[in-house]
């Protein structure tokens, strides 16, 4: 049986955790905000470069000398994963449900025998992917959305490694695998393949339809310079903006997380306090109770 | 008005949209030489080098200009947009500390061993230079 004492101190250690978790379900909140903000403000830059590419996609032939970015490497053998997570904990299910679709992409890509390495974005997928898998994480970067924004350039740094590593033979596929922020309260693992780059189904529907329009004519558009060197220096770049969207994603996508967490949190904390004080309250009165048994006692056998 | 007089004009970079107006026309640095742009222009795609776009408001009126370190450029006859990898207004760029990064990667260039790291300190400088001319107002080399 607890004595009074204990339940004070327990109730005063809950309240001041409920303290903790409200303040940092706000901080979450406002940063989810500004990663909101960001995530919109490089809508425009996305949506201008997928457009530009399904144009330019679209008035390619694609023959043997295209970039083997668009075309592939001719080979499978060899994938690399960017499995891009969080650098900070305390945000639910956000990293580990990541790393769970992660290893089953590993593990589906290892059952069709093929090699596997890993680049590692955020602190915590590093860290839980370390144990399992550590000769094959090739690289992993830590810190690049410790600060409350995502930079461009912060984002070109893993597009570069990826690319460099690509230009070396290191890898014939590129999959991307990030917490899509689908709403503030869903965060959904996806597996995104960056290279060889994938043709949007409806945009390449969508402009062979167009060529039929215009009469077997390749397309409308002035190419300066040629269509397959625009097309050989858009690739990189599109590589870059989907690994920096996934880096805003997955940033607004742990605010997210880590608000919902702390939202739980604190109602929980709420309730264990109610449910201690009740208990507090209970344990005072039986001790009340007994006090004063034991005076009347002593009064009656005077 | 029988034919529009200006253009739809966008310069977007991946963390901004940094215009979006209408122009009477811009001058855009193409890979391959510089590409006015007025209203009704035939639709082009193509590619651009690190230089300055200039944007004139109105015709004979002087222009708003922007830095870009390359990208692509996509018009048609009613727009244009730019797209930026990376983007300032020319009145913010800092010239002493450009000038500083270029000094800075003369010496990696020379210190540097690996050829593809060579590469990347020579566009990095490409860069800068192309930065510091467009204070300068000189035109790119």
Known sequence: MPSLRDYRDRIASVKSTRKITSAMKMVAASKLRKAQEQAEASQ??????????????????????????????????????????????????????????????????????????????????????????????????????????????????????????????????????????????????????????????????????????????????????????????????????????????????????????????????????????????????????????????????? | MSEPQTIQFELVSPDEKLVSAPMRMAVIPGDEGEIGVLPGHSALVASLKPGVVELYERAGGKPRKIFIAGGFVDVSAENCTVLAEEALPVEQIDRAATEQQIADLKEDLGVAQEAHDKDRIRKRLTLAEAKLSAVTGKLAA
């Open chain 1, 44 to 302: 425009p830059y996305a949506q201008s470069m997928a457009e530009m590419m399904a144009r330019v996609a679209s008035g390619v032939v694609v023959s043997d000398a295209s970039s083997p970015l668009l075309v592939g490497t001719g080979s499978e053998q060899k994938h690399l994963l960017v499995i891009v997570t969080a650098d900070r904990g305390l945000c639910g299910g956000f990293n580990g449900n990541l790393v769970k679709a992660a290893r089953a992409k590993i593990s589906a890509l290892r059952e069709q025998g093929k090699d596997v390495s890993l680049v590692c974005v955020g602190r915590k997928g590093r860290d839980l992917l370390r144990s399992d898998y550590r000769p094959q994480i090739a690289q992993s970067f830590v810190g690049l959305m410790g600060s409350s924004k995502v930079e461009y350039k912060d984002a070109n740094k893993v597009t570069e490694y990826v690319l460099e590593q690509f230009e070396a033979g290191a890898f014939d596929v590129c999959h991307l695998v990030y917490n899509e922020f689908v709403s503030v309260l869903t965060q959904k693992p996806s597996v995104q393949q960056i290279i060889p780059f994938a043709v949007p189904q409806g945009a390449s529907k969508e402009s062979d339809k167009k060529k039929e329009s215009s009469g077997g004519v390749a397309s409308a558009y002035d190419f300066e310079p040629e269509e397959e060197k625009i097309l050989s220096a858009l690739l990189p770049r599109n590589i870059g903006v989907q690994i920096f969207r996934a880096l805003l994603d997955s940033a607004a996508g742990e605010q997210a997380a880590r608000m919902t967490a702390m939202d739980n949190a604190t109602r929980n904390a709420g309730d264990m306090i109610d449910s201690l004080t009740l208990a507090y309250n209970r344990a005072r009165q039986a001790y009340i109770t007994k006090e004063l048994i034991e005076i009347i006692s002593g009064a009656e056998a005077v």
